[in-house]
């Protein structure tokens, strides 16, 4: 993927999180060295390159602190974040009222998410180009990102599997589709009922397994955390409408607990078919 | 014409010298918290300045330099992002390094940063700061 597909990927997702979170203003992303790597179509490319002459100062000598990995303004109408993510800073201007943590999802795990999967997906074609001359497949990330985020609780890519071209194709058995990956972002779940071997997922989401597996009844899902933790729940639809459609599984204390993770984190959820 | 300029050079001259204690005494005042921030957990030092004078309390004074230059850069991107963005008064500036942070913030005239270890209690000392 060249700079210019890697960019635009980069520029739809920030206007679709904009889209899912109107409380941020603007956004854009930029390098060490001052390099825009890509903004939202609100913000003016003059006023990026000011932003980031007005962090100059605090980049250069930044050193003195161990280098920065953040820098939040708060100003009395709103907000500036700034988020260092690998190489690149990720700016995020809201509103004084915005729900902080719902933004700081957004940015510090949503977007690095996004980031590593662009990145997963760039890698893959030089891979592949190595063992088959045949051109290059397309790339399918515009399409994705251009999808409005809400409707994408962000499915794991799925591994890469060897292709020999010269063997003949083995034909598909007629078996069920691989249970799906979802990555979800985990908050809590509280009240005195609430069952703790149970998580709540997006009705959509069970609905759209329900719909692959038409004939299977789903009660329960694997949870795999990125530390290699896993277990096995019961899994209910989100009761709560401001949960819904925002990529989330509600999860009791005692499961995050066993899973050592906690509200924010991300984790791999999958259908258990039997 | 006369008397008027002279009304207004008294008026001058009376109000300079006012301005100028209450500043001091602001001063004073914002130091004395400091020196009490000073010795909460984490914290190793602060930086406070205003048109007339300056105090810098650091624990490692090799570092005095490249703090006051981040302090000075972090207060004028305080202020040049708000203009930008329209986002009204800056209350307060925050920089997180790997190992300090740094919090900025502007009373009247007075620029200060405060440096802490990294997981010192910013909000603590941002209470307190409040209150001045």
């Given at each position: 993927m060249d700079n210019e597909i890697y960019s635009f990927a980069l520029r739809t997702t920030l206007n679709e999180i904009q889209n899912l979170c109107?409380?941020?203003?603007n956004s854009f992303i930029f390098k060490e060295?001052?390099?825009?790597?890509a903004g939202d179509e609100n913000t003016p490319e003059k006023t990026i390159v000011r932003v980031i002459d007005s962090f100059d100062g605090i980049l250069e000598k930044a050193e003195a602190l161990g280098g920065v990995e953040g820098i939040t303004l708060e100003s009395s109408k709103g907000r500036v974040n700034v988020c260092r993510m690998n190489d690149f800073y990720l700016v995020t201007v809201t509103m004084a009222n915005a729900d902080k943590n719902y933004v700081n999802t957004i940015t510090r795990v949503l977007f690095p998410t996004v980031l590593k999967l662009v990145e997963k997906i760039n890698s893959a074609p030089f891979k592949n180009e190595s063992r088959e001359p045949e051109p290059r497949p397309e790339i399918h990330i515009p399409e994705a990102m251009a999808?409005?985020?809400?409707?994408?609780p962000i499915e794991e890519p799925r591994p890469e599997r060897p292709t020999r071209t010269l063997e003949p194709e083995t034909k598909p058995k007629?078996?069920?589709?691989?249970p799906q990956i979802n990555q979800l972002i985990v908050e809590n779940i509280g009240g005195l009922?609430?069952?703790?071997?149970t998580v709540r997922i997006d009705n959509e989401t069970l609905l759209h397994w329900q719909e692959l597996y038409e004939d299977r009844k789903i009660e329960e899902a694997e949870i795999e955390t990125f530390g290699g933790q896993s277990t096995r729940v019961k899994i209910k639809p989100i009761?709560?409408?401001?949960?819904?459609?925002?990529?989330i599984v509600q999860m009791p204390e005692k499961i995050q607990n066993a899973l050592e993770i906690r509200k924010g984190e991300l984790v791999r959820v999958k259908p258990v078919i039997e | 014409m006369v008397k008027k300029r002279k009304d207004v050079q008294h008026v001058v001259a009376l109000t300079e010298p006012i301005t100028a204690v209450e500043e001091a005494t602001t001063a004073n005042n914002i130091r004395t918290q400091l020196e009490d921030i000073k010795?909460?957990?984490?914290v190793v030092g602060y930086i406070l300045r205003n048109s007339s004078s300056a105090s810098i309390d650091l624990k490692?004074?090799?570092k005095i330099i490249d703090y006051a230059i981040i302090s000075s850069s972090s207060i004028d991107a305080g202020q040049a992002i708000s203009e930008l963005f329209d986002l009204?008064?800056?209350k307060n500036v925050a920089v997180e390094g790997k190992n300090v942070k740094m919090l900025s913030f502007t009373v009247e005239e007075n620029k200060i940063s405060i440096f802490m270890d990294k997981n010192a209690d910013s909000e603590k000392i941002l209470k307190k700061l409040r209150s001045l």
């Open positions: 109107p409380d941020i203003k060295d001052g390099e825009i790597v999808k409005p985020a809400e409707e994408m007629l078996t069920l589709p691989e009922l609430v069952p703790s071997d009761k709560d409408s401001k949960f819904e459609g925002k990529g | 010795n909460y957990e984490g490692d004074p090799t009204g008064q800056t």
